[in-house]
């Protein structure tokens, strides 16, 4: 009733086949999208933008790379760290070498490198799947840690792996304050949140979602899995690249080798389940949950603490949130193993029936 | 040449270490098809455990004897393995029994997270030592044959000698006994096992109380050596190579995997770390074990892939 797409009909392949083919969706995502762009920088404050708001979008954009990969085509990933990580650098590495490349470029390059070394990790991919492979992709996480700590190089020879980029600048215009960069970071994760969408709808997504779902059966129909696979290793490494150019440049400003560890890999695969496999949305979802239940669990122990007549040291609350964090995993792995996603699309289907429940 | 046994000596026992971690995650995989990621974080567990039971036990019952006392932390300790094996089956698993591979992975990580939150908050997050009375000063060897001889860390020796222990009995138990046999029936085909009246949630349990066991002795000899502390989870990774090494659902394929990478790692980092900047050990197991899966899928000695539609 509140979700009534009877009398929306379709005359056109176009009109059917559009990514929001109900009217409702169309008119969500315009306020959603003019909410992101006009509400949010005229309401939250800076901490709001800097502690939430950016992570989170890169974060995000991070995700819809690692859910390209594992979501849509199944191969399971912990080195997305490794990726992100490999972004950064190379990006660094076009900023310092290369003085006069504009910073969009160069936050691309940075995904570009990445999406080779993920072509390069992807290789195993052919020959091993599922937990052998999540195995193997760790071997991306360690040299990249080891590479960026070691090899003079890529760091500029800096001693401790740590470099830093200032005054970044796009078009003339400065990216300094933290609302500017939640633009910037907004800009990138629309363009290629829709970019993703539409890949993942084209032949490219279906042959990736057909290895997923049986490898074998897609070679018998036709699907080269080696192109499949590895395509889709540097699509979702391309992203992820990009996110972690975005992180180091926009969200850090300074950094090392310690901000892609491994934690970080399993950081991302968390938001893929959580969020949705194989799903967009899923990805938004689930970064918003990793990003915020850290603050929450931050604001919410020591309360709780009070309330209960007990004083939480820091170590205690670090070590609370972690406990509570292992435990919320396993719940909702146990109570909805198909994510976030999936309880969104059940209560748009609870909303069109209502209330008449079948 | 001494060195180089030296070097390959020290190799084989991080080896077996690793062997002895690479056990857990080899015996879970087997029984119940889940890569269990929260090994790692068991072995933290255990050795807290067992390193604060130490210290605890002689003051509450005034026991002056160190033996008596590390046998009684070490029962105690296992005692914590075991509920905390039971409850990962109750509260865990048997919601999660026909979900994909991937769902029991991160549910496993979910563990890890939790079981090193809670082992912190209880032993509390210093670094702590086990004193199981090892003999510290090494022994010189083969002094006829080498100038300077070939030195053993004779703790090596003895922790060499109690993983192996530890190796024979699994096996023995495994071969031998009633349960060993419901065991091996239950990781050759869930399905044939219950319906010959194999109770499957219970050698769940089993299975991940003999994880338990393992991860207790691993963090046992690990402790020992080098501490106890959180660095000790991050072992579990080390250890991941040599799982897909030597096969997932293979015994001796653990063991040999656990040498070949210690070897190999000592090995790389000795003779081939001062060309590329040192630090190559955490990335030469995989990298090595990497390049074989490219030739071998399977492992050295896991049971070969069949794709079928």
Known sequence: MFYRENGQFKTTYRADLQIFPILQDRIAIGLILAAAFVLVPMLSSEYMLKAILIPFLILALAAIGVNILVGYCGQISLGSGAFMSVGAYAAYNVYVRLPGVPLVLTLLLGGFFAALVGILFGIPSLRVRGLYL?????????????????IGWFTNNSTSGSVSVSNLQMFGLTIETPLQKYLFCLTFLVVFALLAKNLVRSAVGREWMAIRDMDVAAAVIGIRPMY????????????????????????????EPAAFSVDRSFQLLFMVIIGGMGSIMGSFLGAAFIVVLPIVLNLALPLIGQLVGVEISTAGIEHTQVMIFGALIVWFLIVEPHGLAKLWSMAKQKLRTWPFPH | MGFFLETLLGGLMTGMLYSLVALGFVLIFKASGVFNF???????????????FAEWIPLKLGIDNKIIANVLAFIAAGVVMFIVAWLIENLVLRHLVNQEGATLLMATLGIAYFLDGLGQTIFGSDSYKIDIGMPKEPAIVLESLFQGGVMINKEDVIAAVIAAGLVALLTLFFQKTKTGRALRAVADDHQAAQSIGIPLSRIWVIVWCVAGVVALVAGMIWGSKLGVQFSLATVALRALPVVILG?????????????????????????????????????????????????????????KIIDRV
């Open chain 1, 134 to 150: 999540a195995v193997a992709t760790l071997a991306a996480q360690f040299v990249c840690d080891w590479a960026f700590l070691r």
């Open chain 1, 228 to 255: 499949a696979k590895l395509s889709a290793f540097a699509v979702s490494s391309f992203v992820i690249g990009v996110a972690g150019a975005l992180w180091g440049f926009v969200n850090l400003g300074s950094w």
């Open chain 2, 38 to 52: 929260a090994q790692g974080a068991m072995v933290l567990f255990a050795a807290l455990a067992m390193a604060r």
């Open chain 2, 247 to 303: 096969g997932l659902t293979s015994v001796p394929g653990a063991i040999i995997g656990g040498l070949i990478i210690g070897v190999g790692e000592k090995l790389s980092e000795v003779y081939l770390g001062p060309f590329v900047g040192g630090g190559i050990e955490i990335w030469f197991a995989y990298v090595l074990a990497l390049v074989f899966l490219l030739f071998r899928p399977q492992g050295l000695f896991g049971e």
